[in-house]
C-alpha cells in the first residue's frame, strides 16, 4: 500500500458508499459473515491429516461465506439489499451499487498489495469494464497513462457502480481485515497498462470477538386485515 496514489474522484464516491453501507448494516453483515467463516475453517484447518493447504483454506471460505449471505438474502430484501450469486459469483446489491467479494492470497499479509493484487474472471472484468466505461479518472495514479487530470476532482462519481470487499486472513491469530476497493477497465488492457484499482480504504481489522453484530433486521408490518383467517 505504500506509495499508492488513488484517484480523488473514486476515493470521493468511495467514502459515500462506505458511510451509506455502514449506516444500513451491510458492512456490519459482511465483517460478521467473514470473521465467523473464517474463524471456523481455521480451526477445522487439517494440513497433517486432511491435506489442506492455502489454497483449501481460502477457497472454502469463500465458499463458504457465499452460502451464508445467501442464506439472509430474504431478511435483507426488505430493506432494499439484494444478495445473489450469478455464476455463483456473490454480488451484494443496493441501490446503484453493486458489491463482489474476494479473498486476498495469503502473500498478500494482514493489507492487500493491491499493485499485485488480480482481477480477474468474466464476472470480474464486466464490473470492471461497467466502471470503466461510465468514470474516467480525474488524477492520481493514472494520470501519466495518458488520461486528463482537472485540477479539481468531481464532488461525485456516478459513473461508478462496482466495489470489491477485499478481505484477509490470518490462520496463525485468526484476524481478517476488510477493504472496499473500485476495480477499473485499464487492468485489462493498455500500453503501459493501468492499474487495477482506482480506490481503496480500509474497514475493519480484527478477531471474530472483536465484531459487532449488525442491527438486526426489522420484521416487516403486516395490518391485521391482510392477514387470512
Known amino acids: 500500500m505504500s506509495g499508492t496514489v488513488w484517484d480523488p474522484g473514486a476515493m470521493a464516491w468511495l467514502r459515500e458508499v462506505r458511510d451509506r453501507w455502514r449506516a444500513l448494516g451491510v458492512l456490519g453483515l459482511l465483517e460478521e459473515a467473514v470473521a465467523a467463516v473464517w474463524e471456523h475453517n481455521v480451526a477445522r484447518h487439517d494440513p497433517a491429516v486432511a491435506g489442506d493447504t492455502a489454497l483449501t483454506l481460502g477457497l472454502t471460505s ?29 454480488v451484494v446489491e443496493h441501490e446503484h451499487v453493486a458489491l463482489h467479494a474476494m479473498k486476498a492470497p495469503p502473500g498478500h499479509g494482514a493489507a492487500p498489495v493491491f499493485g499485485a493484487l488480480r482481477w480477474d474472471g468474466t464476472i470480474r472484468a464486466a464490473a470492471a469494464a461497467e466502471n470503466g466505461a461510465g468514470y474516467v479518472p480525474v488524477g492520481g495514479q493514472l494520470a501519466l497513462d495518458g488520461v486528463p487530470a482537472p485540477r ?23 484476524t481478517t481485515t476488510g477493504w472496499l476497493a473500485v476495480p477499473w477497465e485499464g487492468a485489462h488492457g493498455g500500453d503501459p497498462p493501468a492499474a487495477a484499482w482506482l480506490a481503496a480504504l480500509p474497514v475493519w481489522a480484527h478477531g471474530p470477538a472483536d465484531v459487532p453484530a449488525p442491527p438486526s433486521v426489522p420484521a416487516v408490518s403486516i395490518p391485521f386485515d391482510r392477514v387470512s383467517p
Open 152 to 174: 479539481d476532482p468531481p464532488e461525485a462519481a456516478p459513473g461508478l457502480r462496482h466495489v470489491v470487499l477485499v478481505w484477509t486472513g490470518t490462520p496463525s491469530t485468526v
Open 62 to 90: 469463500s465458499e463458504n461465506l457465499r452460502i451464508r449471505l445467501l442464506a439472509v438474502a430474504g431478511e435483507w430484501a426488505g430493506r432494499g439489499v439484494r444478495i445473489g450469486a450469478p455464476r455463483n459469483s456473490l
